[in-house]
C-alpha cells in the first residue's frame, strides 16, 4: 500500500469533521473541528509544495542574476534543483531570498527603479501564491 498524503489527510480531516466533531462540544469540538481544518490545508499544501518551490526558485535564482550583472556582481551559482525534497528545495529558497535581500538594498541606493519594481512584484506575488485559501480562523 503506498498511502497518498493528500488523499489520507483529507480522509482524516472528513472523518474528524463528520465523526467526531459531533459528538464533541464546546471548546473540544472546535479544536476537533479546527483540527479537521488545518488537514485539509495540509493537502492541499503538500499536493503543491514542490513545484511551487521549484518555480519560485527558477524564478528567483533568474531575477538574482539580473540583479548582480546590474550591480556588477558575479553571477550566483548555478541552480541544481535536482533534489526534489521539499526541504532541499526550501534550502535553496531560502539561499536564494537572502542573496535577494542583500542585492535589493543596493538596487534600492542605486534608485533602479524599474528593477526595484520587478523585485516587488516578484515577492508579491510568492506571497500571494502561499496564501491558505481555507483558512477562515
Not at 13 to 21: N, Q
Not at 67 to 86: K, M, T, V, Y
Not at 120 to 127: I, P
Request: aromatic share 6%.
Amino acid at each position: 500500500m503506498k498511502p497518498a498524503v493528500p488523499a489520507a489527510t483529507r480522509f482524516l480531516a472528513g472523518k474528524l469533521r463528520d465523526d467526531i466533531v459531533p459528538h464533541l462540544t464546546g471548546f473540544r469540538q472546535g479544536n476537533a473541528a479546527m483540527t479537521a481544518a488545518m488537514l485539509d490545508m495540509l493537502a492541499d499544501e503538500w499536493d503543491v509544495a514542490a513545484s511551487r518551490l521549484h518555480g519560485e526558485n527558477a524564478a528567483l535564482y533568474a531575477l538574482v542574476g539580473k540583479c548582480a550583472a546590474f550591480l556588477g556582481e558575479n553571477a550566483p551559482a548555478p541552480l541544481d534543483q535536482s533534489d526534489l525534497r521539499i526541504s532541499a528545495l526550501t534550502a535553496t529558497n531560502e539561499a536564494l531570498r537572502a542573496q535577494l535581500i542583500d542585492l535589493h538594498a543596493a538596487i534600492e541606493e542605486n534608485e533602479a527603479t524599474d528593477l526595484d519594481a520587478e523585485i516587488w512584484a516578484f515577492l508579491r506575488g510568492t506571497v500571494e501564491s502561499r496564501r491558505v485559501a481555507s483558512a477562515n480562523f
